[in-house]
């Protein structure tokens, strides 16, 4: 990958993301698979998004359909409003946050858009549950976050059945990265998916193997935070999982990661911050 591949446009401003970015993770849903991340009123939401900007947080990516396996569908309408809420106490509190916003809906993006001014939408489907949502994003010209699933959030882990999972990630990938350009989408971010239609030994493979996903010309995103992948193996819960988050975030960083994407703000920004005097001593060797 190029240092030209490592820019992303968010509001008019270019980011250099040479040296990686945090993102916050907002969950405006009230099953989200960890608890602590659910806001039961307009105080602690605003609270906790001051909290991730004070921290370092270079965006905030909020969400109001909870995407964990067997999680109850949310309808277009219901998404909207639990959205459009949230934007509209945000904004409104903190003008100059970079937003983004994670939906597979593309009436969803179009109104965060259009409405909010929102930066960047955040996939999980990668345009596979919305035809529409690749056209959108082009015609919106906002940065777009491709990410890799199969099926829906209530059946992925039925659809774990690759012959290599880290090969056929990819394939997807470049697939619809070449297509988002040909729309003239530029500012594209791509997500391999950790805990989307993937096993654990899975998840492990591809961390091991995430360098390989620098030859798509894309910043490549990570979002580890609490997943199952750390608690299932060390034997805890999502509650018991941030030290294990941290360590995966120093691998994610270490295989080329560019974005992280995290409950804990603080602790993904310090790991940048160690992360990067570790790369900075190593070129001088």
Do not use: W
Not at 81 to 91: F, G
């Amino acid at each position: 990958m190029n240092d030209s591949d490592l820019f992303l446009k968010l509001n008019g401003k270019l980011y250099d993301l040479r040296t990686p970015i945090v993102m916050g993770i907002v969950n405006i849903t009230p099953d989200s698979f960890f608890a602590f991340s659910r806001y039961k009123s307009d105080r602690t939401l605003l609270q906790q998004v001051e909290t991730f900007l004070n921290d370092g947080a270079t965006l905030i990516d909020i969400g109001g359909y909870s995407t964990r396996p067997q999680a109850e569908p949310v309808s277009v309408d219901e998404e909207i409003q639990r959205i459009s809420e949230a934007l509209e106490l945000i904004c409104k509190k903190f003008p100059e946050a970079v937003l983004s916003v994670d939906t597979f809906r593309s009436p969803v993006a179009r109104m965060a858009v259009q409405q909010y001014g929102v930066a960047m939408i955040n996939d999980i489907s990668g345009g596979t549950l919305d035809q529409q949502m690749f056209e959108t994003i082009a015609g919106l010209q906002v940065a777009y976050v491709l990410m890799h699933t199969r099926g829906t959030p209530q059946h992925m882990q039925e659809h774990t059945d690759y012959e290599d999972v880290v090969a056929e990630v990819l394939q997807f990938l470049a697939k619809r990265v070449a297509q988002l350009r040909l729309l003239g989408v530029h500012d594209v971010v791509i997500d391999p998916g950790f805990g989307f239609a993937k096993t654990l030994e899975q998840n492990y493979e591809m961390m091991y193997k995430l360098a390989f996903f620098r030859q798509i010309q894309a910043p490549l995103l990570v979002g580890v935070s609490r997943k199952s992948m750390i608690y299932k193996l060390l034997e805890t819960d999502p509650e018991g999982s941030l030290n294990g988050t941290t360590a995966l975030n120093m691998l994610a960083l270490m295989g080329g990661a560019s974005i992280l994407r995290v409950h804990d703000v603080k602790e993904a920004v310090e790991t940048v911050k160690i992360f990067k005097a570790y790369s900075q001593t190593t070129n001088k060797i």
